[in-house]
């Protein structure tokens, strides 16, 4: 079985063994023990976040979450935000397709732990503010985990109405709060936010601003001192707060922030946004790495965001939402526990072997002398592995690998190269293009016409690393180019 | 005496529902109407109609 590329999402009508055969992608040894927490982190801590797909990176690559659209109303105008907007091809946050009531969440969220064994998590965010339109929050939480009780809380809001609800958000067990902070000087807030409503009225310009500030930093606090983990999502905002977050960087780490994320502008005219209609651009893949790298060190920051919608369904990579609308979901229908309980013992023994693999790729890196660092894509259907074909992949998974170690920086996003057998030229210029400043490609599987257009524009693709652990793989590859650099210098 | 949903532009977001203060505002077909018999413009109570205030669309929520 080990040449067969199965991805996690295959095998929703599978039993263990397949499954089991789709995480190991060879080897189904059970003894290789419970996954590794980071030396550095408090065991209670990682107990929330091991298999949050959002707080932990290497959570990400196998458990998956779902978001319901119950909360639709907002208290806030943000720049970058358009709430007329509705397409089902679109994804970013704010955007969904159908909004449900708390009832009907209910049902979709059941069937969806049926058929997705990956589910961990079940967020509210939005599309408007779940903190402002608590009583569906409330209620559709509540419903859902009387029925589900392992699944884990979140929600995200823009913070003004979140002091009022900290106390409900612990005694409901929310884990997890992401609030979006992009300012904490209001004088730029007011290039952010036209109006905010608060206290039963509209507040425009500066008093908008400095209202939402300090009701941001109140809730965060308030959050923290009950133990909440917290997400700051920043939108990064050239020209406008873009040097202004490394001061947010700084305020959020010093009032308890778990983890930050720096987001791009998505900005289109075509969306309606005020931004979007004015031409404020959003940020270069470079500049937003610029920008990550100069946060290390800060709060913990989070690569991984995929900006989903607020009614996006599984791995963070993928959506699955069109398979679980409305007209899809059967009148009644009864949770069943097998298949993520399953699931879950058998990540638990694969995640031991990938931190083994992942610390042996590291450990091998010391071998490697004086080598560049490099950027490396991979294709992956989740699991940790390379297991996707180039020609499936609508993103790629960017590693940094330099003699120092191995560490994951973001992903591109790209158009499906392969539709249908065939090979579309048009769309492999705008992949070679996604992959500006990648050394490699590394794949479960590639025909040799991509190959060779990916090599004319200076960029290895290669399958020989298929099925390998990610940092395993990369490792090996890294290994090889510059062994062989070695090689030939001493020759 | 009363405001009125421009429906084409509304977005269904129900902000404005939960804000009313004298429950004139309820979800009809998919779509939310205001009563003018128990809409009061929210006069002696706020100082500005609280759906007008809190839409997010201009000009959607007005005088009927």
């Known amino acids: 079985m080990a040449g067969q590329l199965i991805g996690l999402q295959d095998f929703a009508d599978s039993g263990a063994e397949t499954m089991r055969e789709a995480l190991s992608g060879g080897c189904s040894s059970s003894q290789c023990g419970s996954s590794d927490k980071p030396d550095s982190m408090p065991e209670e801590i990682w107990a929330k976040i091991k298999d949050h797909p959002c707080y932990s990176e290497e959570a990400h690559h196998y458990f998956a979450r779902m978001h319901v659209a119950v909360a639709p109303a907002c208290n806030i105008q943000c720049n970058y935000c358009n709430r007329k907007y509705d397409c089902a091809n679109e994804s970013r946050p704010g955007v969904v397709s159908e909004k449900l009531t708390p009832d009907q969440a209910q049902r979709k969220v059941i069937t969806v732990a049926n058929e997705v064994p990956q589910l961990s998590v079940l967020g509210i965010a939005g599309p408007g503010d779940a903190c402002y339109d608590w009583k569906k929050t409330r209620e559709t939480f509540g419903l859902i985990s009387a029925d589900i009780p392992d699944i884990k809380l979140c929600l995200s809001t823009n913070g003004l109405a979140l002091p009022d609800h900290v106390d409900e958000i612990a005694s409901m067990n929310i884990d997890h709060v992401t609030i979006t902070i992009n300012m904490v000087d209001p004088e730029i807030g007011v290039q952010i936010y036209p109006w905010i409503f608060y206290k039963n009225r509209r507040w425009t310009g500066l008093d908008a601003s400095k209202i939402l500030h300090e009701r941001q930093m109140l809730g965060l606090e308030m959050l923290t001192e009950r133990g909440i983990l917290t997400k700051i999502n920043s939108v990064m905002i050239p020209g406008v707060n873009d040097t202004h977050l490394l001061e947010v960087n700084r305020v959020v780490k010093e009032k308890g922030a778990f983890l930050h994320n720096i987001m791009p502008l998505i900005s289109d005219p075509a969306h309606g946004t005020h931004y979007g209609l004015t031409g404020q651009r959003g940020p270069t893949p470079a500049e937003l790495k610029a920008l990550q790298d100069q946060l290390e060190g800060g709060a913990k920051l989070m690569r991984h965001c995929r900006q989903c919608r607020a009614d996006a369904v599984g791995l963070l990579g993928e959506d699955r939402g069109q398979e679980f609308t409305l007209d899809q979901l059967a009148e009644n229908v009864a949770y069943d526990p097998s298949r993520r309980v399953n699931y879950q013992t058998l990540v638990a023994e694969m995640r031991g072997e990938h931190e083994a693999a992942k610390r042996a790729a590291s450990e091998s890196l010391v071998d490697v002398q004086q080598a560049p660092s490099a950027l490396v894509a991979i294709a992956t259907k989740g699991g940790g592995r390379i297991n996707q074909h180039f020609g499936h992949a609508t993103e790629f998974q960017i590693y940094e690998i330099s003699t120092h170690g191995i560490k994951f920086v973001g992903h591109r996003k790209t158009e499906q190269y392969c539709k249908g057998g065939w090979g579309e030229d048009a769309t492999l210029d705008g992949v070679i293009a996604a992959l500006e400043g990648v050394s490699a490609v590394l794949c479960g599987k590639i025909g040799d016409c991509p190959k060779e257009s990916l090599a004319a524009a200076g960029i290895v693709a290669t399958d020989d690393y298929a099925l390998e652990w990610i940092e395993e793989g990369i490792g090996h590859w890294y290994e090889q180019v510059n062994g062989q650099q070695e090689q030939r210098q001493s020759a | ?64």
């Open chain 2, 1 to 64: 005496m009363s405001y009125k949903i421009v429906t084409s532009q509304c977005t269904v977001c129900g902000a404005c529902e939960f804000e009313c203060p004298n429950a004139a505002i309820s979800l009809k077909n998919d779509l939310y109407v205001i009563n003018a018999k128990k809409c009061t413009e929210c006069e002696g109570q706020f100082d500005v109609p609280q759906c007008a205030a809190v839409c997010p669309v201009p000009k959607t929520c007005i005088p009927a």
